[in-house]
């Protein structure tokens, strides 16, 4: 992320994928992506300028998370699939949790965790899985799950949020609606 | 819903807690609140007529659950308070869940606990919050929270769903809230 | 079930796994084992024709849900077996769970499971274990157990229950004795 | 409980509750209902003749825990209530779980709970709830709910079993049904 | 916090606490120590000025959040008191915790609950506890304990986080402790 | 314990009692009962003499903690009660669990938290109970049970294990069995 | 248990080992390690007698069981290792926890999981996990533990409690001091 | 560790790996990396001299824990990453946690883990991590992470405490962390 357009364009998980797929095994830091700039910079935690005690981090508003999970819903509906969708923020709360008509009772849960996932990690849960090649006991932290279909929401290359989607046939496909989640934000 | 047919209607529960004021104390069957009406007729599950084995149950789609929701959000924004909102089904499972901005950390496990207890005997939180003066105990079963706040949606008598608000300086306002959202319903 | 009709015929879940058997991998959208049936119309949950907010969902009679878990446990005592069965509806919420005379302790929360995962995939245990070796993180899935033993109840194509059995030397034999439960409804 | 045999009695919780009545506050020691019998003799477990290593403990078969699960469900259903029902042996393990048509989605753990503490203490809950005026944290213990609508099945005087129901507008009617299953054991 | 701004000075819960004692019962929001202010600048959580899917929340620094709780310890230690502490943020995330040495094995889990009880009504628990009286069942709000030692940080009115302490001989005492604590975050 | 060294002596929470009666309400700092004692000295963890970042702490070894529950259960069977016993050490970890025979199934849960009770504030449960009245909230304390049943080991006045009995008519039968578990330490 | 062996010999688990080497992948029904049996004499569970409602299982007394667990913990000692044991009957309940002196804090679960799965699969735990080649996803049932350190007892072939240990430094020690704790039932 | 210090030194765990990289697989005694010391001196529990019923263990003071956990989130903010730190003490109970400034959600739990697996097994979890290659199932103890990023703490070759790192992009990262926070132990 070389330049940050002003308007601090909030930019979808598979460009972020694209960054990581040669990061060091393991956990990524938010400097990740753009080794040129300073992990403080690039945080979503920023020391408050007028009391050094304080810190400010950057979340979604409601309206923006119910706006993206409407979307991811929707991309699933116009591909005719059944899903769960979740929004977490940075600290891993649950911000927005729709269950859809139809969808299985695994799907809620499922959901939240891919968010909680690809937010922890700032990186799609489908690049996420493919890391358990060198490190599988990666996916026995608690509340994690490294199944494609969850993808960070971005400010600045600092994750944000997380939106994490199951249900469809494949994990792609929940991934899909997923980033359709995302782009919903950069609209 | 612009019109809704005189079968299909979704009462608020505020009609729904007249009709139950003077129930016996307890949990409320379906057909507490119409004895006239068969219990079997109130129900939210009827036994499929073409199989025997099957049983069809009412619930509100995705679409109408949040409707429901965000229209309670914005009830409370107008209020000025910053709360959460739940929408439950009749088997307890969460449709919707939304964080609203600002909303305690508190709110999101309290809504979800006052839209289950306000499904589970179809009447207001603020309601059966009075229960419990005869029934002291009924507030230990698991999963429950007897706090206004919550509120039944009703279909022809029978609960298909409930709502539950968290957040607010008092219960009651939290449960003007969660109203807003089931009438939202009947429009 | 005498006569059952062709359009709410109850299927076993052997005749859906033969048709599931080349399906994508992952979770199983609903419209998987009949592609020339539109997804919607195969759903287990359909809007209700006389309020756009209101769906109905499918699921067993409790009579239903007991005949066919007794039908299993008569199926393992004829095999000599001590099992456990669990059937559970479409939500993933227990209706019965039998725990059988002699059977282990690990064998009820088995055979829950595995009722809810033949229910979340609409497809028996047996089969779904295979997509392991595609897809091995399916099974830290909350809730789940990728063991042989579940199988799922369907009307239409759509699932509306599971079956899960635990406690006999091996899964197939397991599965068998669900499968035993789930024919016991066509009858 | 028409003509029970005098050496495999199994008594109903009611006459239970008469002897219980004067007991101590307190848990309910199997002894109690019996001054004259020896504690060692009223007890569910006994040691074992030819090896002093081992107990016998007495139980119901899973034939009889679901025969009285259904009258239960039976008894509910002519009173036009939807309730669930459990029965669990004197481990306070779940042998058998129902969860009746429509009944609430807080019914089936509400019933798990009310049949642990029914055979925990050897009396129906609607005395066991008395008790708490004298002993009010006796509610505290875990898995335990004071709510009329558990009925202890006895052997001997000894508890075997219990059976919660809930779901019913009020707890008395709750252990109405529980009772009626409690004596479909003795026919 | 040397020099404080007035703008963001942190406010110690017991100035909180003598603003709150008249306020409704219930849950406490941002605005009510301050109704000339609006309720959103109050808030500890503002819309992004430059992108409006995005808020921006406030917290403490790991080091302003350590430096409290060791002031807490501090001042325990002073009066021969063995206590653990900690300190959660807005969102009920705990940032620091600390068994003292000889403090109970309560005390860790109890220290949790009293911050969060205190961040999420922006109030010191002991004031919280009076509420009880008239709103009994907030108590059975999942998470919280309502024992005096929990106190709010603010900043600008609204709460930042909150300091818990357990193991005292009384909660007044826990309570003096996690003021010393909130009091450090002024120096 | 043939002869105990009077800086040694393990008290029996009998006398503990005695000294605790007068005490402040909450927690019981481990100097209550010795006032001019230095709370440091009667601490049950000390400074390490020769590396200032190590403690010393006192426990029971598994030969005293299993001795004292094998008394414990010897006076019950003397009394012709069933119950569980624990004992657990000053960290709240179980070191000994013994489920008697017939005991209920609530037993070995409610001895724990009986014994995590008494070591935690260092008096016997029934003193403990007692103290609701003016502090009824802290029983909401996680993993406390405030029912006689509970007495605590100490060493130097300093609480150094927990001993908790549970399945008794009442509870003063079950302290006195706790009781007599502490006291075969003296032996 | 029409005629029983003159000395109601309990097998260790050594000797069911062997038989089982050769079983059926999965849980091992009662009746494998002697097929010339019928399962329903080798079960622990036989219908009553004189009432066709009930049936006796075997379990350990209280004072076998903490026999095997101290037996269990001198062959540990007397090999200079410090571990815990755990002694759970045929329905999964705890009889006897002993966390020895010096014992790891994952020790006293482990062992109880460890004799969870020995009873389940009236195995040793070391023969179980070799299944595990064969049936990988045996593991993911719940509260179970597929490592070395689990022994079954039992009594005419059939599991009526489970020896589990924990905290040597391999699990084939773990299972050497299990099998001495069974060995001292026979003594 | 061939000769310890007289003044109770404490090692760093790496220096401890060495020494362990030869060890038998499995659970490590205390006495496995100094074969020459008997076991019981090398514990960290040793039985009190003057009451044979007491015992000793060791453990860092919170002054000391604290420091261990400050030096790692300094080591963490030097390399420009975002962690979260936890030391757990013998009995597997945290004494300090500190999620630090941007830390990821998943990474407090994560370092809790870690520090709990590293005082268990008495080495480093990056050493742990490599004996699943033996014993896979070693990973499904309850509460462990077998991932690199926990140290733990010696004092003459036993462990009395656990640190546990989590949120760099390498467990190799997180784990220089956790030893940086040893080594400040020896300062």
Sequence with gaps: MKKTSVRAKVLTGTVAAAALAAATLGAVSASAEATDTPAVAAAAVRT??????????????????????????????????????????????????????????????????????????????????????????LKDIPNTLFLAGGAPVQSKGAPVAGIGVAGAPSGDLDEQFAQAGVEALTK
Aim: proline share 4%.
């Design 48 to 137: 408050d300028a007028q009391n050094k005690n304080l810190a400010q981090s950057t979340g979604l508003t409601i309206e923006a998370a119910t706006k993206a999970a409407q979307a991811t819903l929707d991309a699933a509906a116009k591909a005719g699939q059944r899903v769960s969708v979740a929004v977490v923020d940075r600290d891993g709360v649950t911000r927005v949790l729709l269950k859809g008509d139809g969808a299985g009772p695994q799907s809620p849960e499922s959901a939240v965790r891919k968010a909680f996932t690809a937010v922890s990690w700032n990186a799609p849960t489908s690049e996420l899985a493919k890391r358990l090649a060198q490190a599988p006991n």
